[in-house]
């Protein structure tokens, strides 16, 4: 008879996301569960802001307010997990832009369409707003940073941003932007005179690149 696998005999699956109440490994139901609150949370959450309710959260995952502390004891820790989901696809986006053939493109480009999700994601705009402060977005925050400084290391390679802008000063400017996009509606003409002061006097030309980043808004 074939041995059974670790964690069969409690349902509990190997390698399984752990909850953040017990530190266990979840059983595949459980897994489930957390999946939706993590689903409805980052929609309830990108809707209405991070003021919204964890009762808002449980309604619209289809769940009992109980599954969501099980999983997530307290709103802040359901809120970091989104905002960490958030910051790791933004660093994805970012990685993804690496091979693009114009590096000043590519930068502008992910610049503009992270500030557009803001604009429409409240979520968005809170994720990189944190992420533009010290301590905050937790692993995802320093992933997030360097797949942005590697943009901006090939940009200013090829002349397209001046040489003195740093990382730092790029994610404050992106968290600012971002959070100005959702609150006031800081428009193209908000991005062109960022994007002005981020290019060398020789490069400035007023308006943003238009140019679509590969995988389209933030995932969900």
């Known amino acids: 008879m074939t041995p059974a696998a670790p964690g069969a005999a409690s349902g509990a699956v190997p390698g399984a996301t752990s909850s953040s109440a017990t530190g266990r490994p979840l059983r595949a139901d459980a897994l489930r569960n957390r999946a939706k609150v993590l689903a409805a949370a980052e929609a309830v959450f990108a809707a209405r802001g991070t003021s919204a309710s964890t009762e808002e959260v449980a309604r619209e995952a289809g769940v009992g307010i109980g ?114 996009a959702a609150r006031v509606g800081a428009g193209e003409d908000v991005l062109a005179i960022a994007f002005d002061g981020l290019r060398p006097p020789a490069r400035r030309e007023g308006p943003a690149p238009r140019v679509p980043a590969p995988g389209g808004p933030v995932r969900r």
């Open 67 to 180: 599954t969501v502390f099980r999983h997530f004891p307290t709103k802040e820790s359901l809120l970091e997990a989104v905002l960490a989901a958030l910051l790791e696809r933004l660093a994805d986006d970012a990685r993804g832009l690496l091979a693009a053939d114009d590096p000043g493109a590519a930068f502008f480009g992910f610049f503009t369409r992270v500030v557009g999700q803001a604009a429409a994601e409240r979520a968005v705009a809170e994720a990189v707003a944190e992420a533009g402060l010290d301590g905050a977005g937790g692993r995802a925050r320093p992933a997030l940073r360097s797949a942005v400084g590697a943009l901006l290391a090939r940009a200013q390679e090829a002349g397209a941003v001046r040489a003195d802008v740093g990382p730092a000063q790029v994610m404050a400017l992106l968290a600012g932007l971002s959070y100005a």
